[in-house]
């Protein structure tokens, strides 16, 4: 049991360059979130899905597209990155039950645009 | 949807003594409030959570109180110990759109001095 895995760890683009982030999790739950962390800062919700097929906008979407064709995957997508979306990215999930409301983070994605 | 408020933003105490956070939330409705530790480098953690029909809850040294009337919750930390040291979020469940997510609140960096 991995709880919830992000790849890659780390990641340098530049201005202007596409990727997926990667968020997979191997508990069946169907609640996953991706959260952006700037330096010294909170979490700003970017999206989310309350399960297969489904998605919404958080708190900061722009710039940020996801899917989620599984329960298990929820890759977080950038296109033309910016200098603004160099961040900490994290992914969770939750079981989202009435007696467990527990959010599982990945261990996080440290991405810089240059 | 939500609005989160956490204070103080940095809280330096002597080790042995105690510290409090407080947030204060927007929408009434909201019946769920977790707190995370987030070491140096590492992911959230959730260390304690309360639901609205209680209005306290102890683990340890960690407490969480809640005041659903003036709309805050704070958590209290006793006989502080270095690995104390850490950021602190609180979180609220935002429904907005019939749905389901956690809003973060800003952090508190607490530095416990040997």
């Known amino acids: 049991n991995a709880g919830v895995t992000q790849t890659p760890k780390f990641r340098i683009l530049k201005i202007g360059q596409s990727m997926t982030l990667q968020c997979a999790q191997d508990?069946?739950?169907?609640?996953m979130y991706w959260y952006r962390q700037d330096p010294g800062m909170g979490l700003k919700l970017i999206y989310y899905s309350v399960g297969a097929g489904i998605t919404d906008k958080g708190e900061v979407p722009n710039g940020y597209n996801v899917s989620r064709s599984t329960t298990e995957d929820f890759p977080l997508r950038l296109e033309l990155a910016a200098p603004s979306q160099t961040s900490v990215y994290f992914c969770a999930s939750s079981p989202r039950q009435a007696t467990n409301e527990k959010l599982f983070f990945g261990s996080g994605t440290q991405l810089s645009v240059l | 949807g939500e609005n989160v408020e956490q204070h103080p933003s940095t809280l330096s105490v002597q080790e042995g003594d105690s510290a409090v956070i407080k947030c204060t939330y927007s929408?009434?409705?909201?019946?769920?409030f977790p707190w995370y530790k987030q070491e140096l480098g590492k992911r959230p953690q959730l260390i304690i959570d309360i639901r609205s029909n209680v209005g306290e809850k102890k683990d340890q040294r960690i407490a969480v109180t809640l005041n659903k009337t003036a709309k805050h919750f704070s958590l209290h930390i006793t006989e502080t110990q270095p690995e104390d040291s850490a950021v602190y979020f609180c979180a609220v469940p935002d429904f907005m759109d019939s749905s389901y997510k956690l809003i973060f609140g800003s952090g508190t960096r607490l530095l416990v001095r040997p």
């Open positions: 929408d009434s409705a909201s019946n769920y």
């Open positions: 508990m069946n739950h169907n609640y």
